[in-house]
């Protein structure tokens, strides 16, 4: 005889089982609901694509630079001596042949007197021997020895002016003067620095671009120069030389420019920025941002080929090889070209093969996106 547990028990056992039985139904159902609606057995997947339109881009290259002055040296003495007279003071500008110091020469001027006075008896002995070697009262070779005696009597008088010369600091060319480095009664030794002269009315830029950029570097080129110094100005200035080597360690290739600086606004040293101006690209490929997949396997596209005139296709993912960013675009440089279908938005866990419907967006074709 079965106890009352027994039977309060069976109705429970079997409700469980009609519970199992009506959760795995709903479940198979719910499973054949979902795969009848998939992309390969219902309608395609909505997709929002760009047609790619050929495009003129400018063209440029960029690169951080420094000024320097076209001429700019270090005055300094030949010679060693005493500073006897400056003539001239911190930040002057002065003109080619200035004298801005005079070290102590009493002694080599006092030397040239002698020597001038020795050379002019010995061309008044030349000058005697001339007339006399005619009508035999002297003889040739006199006449020669006086001749040298000339010579090497002037060319002690040379000697001692260019000594002289060496005592003075003079103005190799117009330029503004740095501040002052020495003092009246200082004794200077030779390398000494004086002071500096830069001429301010031009200036170079140098900056460095990758050897790859080689073949569109020209002497000639124009480039649009900035600074901190001036935010609201744009120096333009030209190639003037290109580096013959590249750069063994960071292979890069030294570019040399040069700009009128007429206000003297620029300073030999600053920091700026060269954008270097080239032929603009036609026909670019441009794609925006958005439509660019990146992966540890590198930039990929969704393409969708064979768009029928319902707007469906089939897609295909294809690497490409990617330039520089125009704003919210890209320059595509390989891997896509004018005339292909890439999807824009939706793309994400899109596999290859599958069916979509193209909804064809606004192409990006403002003039300032396509001239960065």
Do not use: C
């Not at 010679?79 to 080619?96: L, P, S, W």
């Not at 030389?241 to 570019?255: A, H, Q």
């Not at 439509?291 to 897609?315: H, K």
């Amino acid at each position: 005889m079965k106890s009352p547990a027994g039977f309060r028990a069976k109705p429970l056992v079997v409700s469980l089982i009609v519970l199992v039985a009506v959760f795995s139904a709903l479940y198979v159902w719910r499973i054949a609901r979902v795969d009848s609606q998939g992309p390969y057995a219902g309608q395609p997947i909505p997709v929002t694509a760009t047609k790619i339109v050929g495009r003129t881009v400018s063209n440029e290259l960029q690169a951080l630079g420094e000024l320097q002055a076209v001429h700019e040296v270090l005055l300094s003495p030949d010679t060693a001596g005493r500073v006897t007279a400056i003539h001239f003071e911190a930040g002057q500008m002065v003109n080619q042949g200035a004298l801005l110091l005079q070290l102590f020469d009493a002694p080599e001027q006092a030397d040239l007197l002698a020597a001038s006075a020795r050379a002019e008896f010995a061309q008044l002995q030349l000058e005697r021997a001339r007339e006399l070697v005619p009508v035999g009262a002297e003889s040739q070779e006199l006449l020669e020895q006086r001749q040298a005696e000339a010579n090497q009597a002037m060319a002690g008088v040379r000697q001692l002016e260019a000594r002289i010369i060496q005592k003075r600091i003079r103005a190799p060319f117009t330029g503004q003067l740095g501040i002052r480095r020495i003092d009246l009664g200082q004794y200077l030794n030779p390398g000494d620095v004086v002071a500096t002269l830069t001429q301010l009315d031009s200036l170079y830029i140098n900056f460095m671009l990758p050897q790859q950029a080689l073949s569109e570097l020209s002497v000639g080129a124009l480039v649009q120069v900035a600074v901190d110094a001036a935010p609201d100005r744009l120096f333009t200035a030209k190639v003037s030389s290109i580096e013959p080597k590249v750069n063994s360690e960071t292979r890069n290739i030294l570019v040399q420019a040069e700009l009128a600086n007429q206000d003297h606004s620029l300073r030999p040293g600053m920091y700026a920025s060269a954008r270097l101006e080239l032929p603009p690209e036609l026909d670019a490929v441009v794609l925006p941002l958005t439509a660019i997949q990146t992966s540890a396997f590198g930039d990929t596209v969704v393409v969708v080929r064979d768009v029928n005139p319902d707007g469906v296709g089939e897609v295909e993912t294809v690497p490409v090889t990617l330039g520089r960013r125009l704003g919210d675009d890209v320059l595509v440089e390989g891997g896509v070209n004018v005339g292909d279908v890439v999807v824009s938005a939706g793309q994400n866990r899109l596999p290859s093969g599958a069916q979509v419907k193209v909804s064809f967006g606004t192409p990006n074709t403002s003039s300032a996106a396509a001239q960065e």
